[in-house]
C-alpha cells in the first residue's frame, strides 16, 4: 500500500498524521508513505523526525480579500500544483490522505483531477475550508468529533500518539512527577497554552499564583517558546515560588498529563481529546480569534461534566475567584476526572487506519 499525508502548518494536523503513520506501519511492514507539507511549518522537523520523508510545497493558503497576496497566487498555486504532479506521477500512489490546512487544498485538487481516492480527516468540530472541499470529492470522511458537519462523515476520533491514547494517569503520576521534579504528594496543576504558549493564560495563572500555593498546591507551567522568563519572574518573590515549575515546552506531554490533578488549557481539537483519553479534569479557555471551533470542539467534554469552559476575557476574573479552590477539591475532581474519560475515543488512529485500508482494499 502507498499513500500520501498531507497536513501541516499546525500540531492539530501533523499530530494525527503522525500517529496515522505510525499505527500504518505498525499494521502493515509493506506500506509506504510520504507527507506533504511545507519547508515553514512545524512538520518541517516533526515528520524528519518521525522517519517519514516529507516533500515540501510552497505555502499557498487561499486568498480570503484583495491585495497583494491574492495577486501573487496564481504563480504560488501553478508551482505547487506543478510539484505535486510531478510527484504523484513518480511515487504512483494508492490513494491521498488529508487533514486538512493549507496544505491540503492543493493536494486534494490535484488528486481529484487524477482520480486519486481521497480519505479526509477533520479534526475540529467546525470543519475548515480544505476539508469542505475535499470532503466533497472523497471516498471517505473521518472525524474527531461526532456532529461534525461534512458529507458522509463517519466518527473516528482522534488518531494521538501511544504514549496518550494508553496513558493511565494513575499508575504513571509517581513516575512522571518524579522525572519532572515535583513532589509526590501535593495538588497539582498543570497550565499549558501549546507550543507557543497563550500570554493570556500564562498572566491569569501567574496573577493567582500566590493563592495557589498558598492552598498548598503545585504548578506546572507550559508556557511556550520565548515566554518562560517573564512567568519566572513573576512568581520568583512569592512563598513557595520553588513548588512553581516553569518550562517553555515539553517534548513527552504524557508526563504533563499523568502528573496533573488538573489542566488550565485551550481547546485545541488534540488538546480536548487528549485530556478526554487520559481522563484529566480541565478548565479549557477557548481562543478568542479564528472562527469559534475550539469552543464547539470542548462542547462534548463539558456537557459530560469532565471540563469547565470559560471564555478567555473572563478567564482572569474567573481564576481569581475559582481556580485554587477547584485544585484542591478532590472529591469534584474525581467526578471530572470519571466524566472527561467516558467520552473518549482511544483507538482513533486505528479506527482511521481501519477506514483507509478499506478504500484502498475497494
Not at 500517529?19 to 516533526?46: H, K, P
Request: glycine share 12%; aromatic share 4%.
Amino acid at each position: 500500500m502507498k499513500l500520501v499525508l498531507a497536513g501541516g502548518g499546525t500540531y492539530g494536523h501533523v499530530g494525527p498524521l503522525l500517529a496515522l503513520a505510525n499505527e500504518l506501519r505498525r499494521r502493515q511492514a509493506e506500506v509506504e508513505l510520504r507527507a506533504v507539507g511545507t519547508a515553514e511549518g512545524i512538520e518541517a522537523s516533526l515528520v524528519p523526525a518521525a522517519g517519514l520523508e516529507l516533500v515540501t510545497i510552497p505555502k499557498v493558503p487561499l486568498p480570503r480579500r484583495p491585495g497583494a497576496y491574492a495577486l501573487r497566487f496564481p504563480g504560488l498555486w501553478f508551482r505547487a500544483v506543478r510539484s505535486l504532479g510531478e510527484f504523484l506521477t513518480d511515487f504512483a500512489p494508492d490513494a491521498v490522505v488529508g487533514f486538512g490546512g493549507y496544505v491540503a487544498t492543493p493536494v486534494y485538487r490535484v488528486a481529484a483531477a487524477r482520480g486519486l481516492p481521497i480519505i479526509v480527516h477533520e479534526a475540529n468540530a467546525r470543519p475548515g475550508l480544505a476539508n469542505r472541499w475535499g470532503s466533497k470529492r472523497a471516498a471517505a470522511v473521518g472525524v474527531a468529533f461526532a456532529g461534525t458537519p461534512l458529507p458522509g462523515a463517519r466518527l473516528v476520533g482522534m488518531p494521538l500518539r501511544p504514549a496518550v491514547a494508553t496513558l493511565d494517569r494513575a499508575s504513571a503520576r509517581a513516575g512522571a512527577r518524579e522525572l519532572l521534579g515535583l513532589e509526590p504528594d501535593r495538588s497539582t496543576l498543570l497550565v499549558s497554552g501549546g507550543s507557543l504558549g497563550a500570554v493570556n493564560l500564562n498572566s491569569a495563572v501567574v496573577g493567582v499564583a500566590d493563592r495557589l500555593l498558598a492552598s498548598g498546591a503545585q504548578v506546572l507551567h507550559l508556557t511556550g517558546r520565548g515566554k518562560a522568563g517573564a512567568v519566572s519572574a513573576a512568581v520568583s518573590g512569592l512563598a513557595g515560588s520553588e513548588r512553581y515549575h516553569v518550562l517553555e515546552y515539553l517534548e513527552r506531554m504524557e508526563l504533563a498529563l499523568a502528573a496533573a490533578d488538573l489542566a488550565v488549557q485551550r481547546a485545541g481539537a488534540a488538546t480536548v481529546c487528549e485530556l478526554a483519553c487520559c481522563g484529566l479534569p480541565s478548565v479549557l479557555v477557548p481562543l478568542a480569534i479564528g472562527n469559534g471551533e475550539q469552543r464547539l470542539n470542548a462542547a462534548g467534554l463539558v456537557q459530560a461534566g469532565g471540563a469547565e469552559i470559560v471564555a478567555d476575557a473572563d478567564f482572569a476574573d474567573w481564576a481569581r475567584v475559582h481556580l485554587a479552590d477547584l485544585l484542591v477539591d478532590d472529591k469534584r475532581l474525581a467526578a471530572m476526572s470519571e466524566a472527561a474519560a467516558s467520552v473518549a475515543i482511544r483507538d482513533g488512529a486505528a479506527r482511521l487506519a481501519a477506514l483507509v485500508e478499506t478504500v484502498v482494499a475497494s
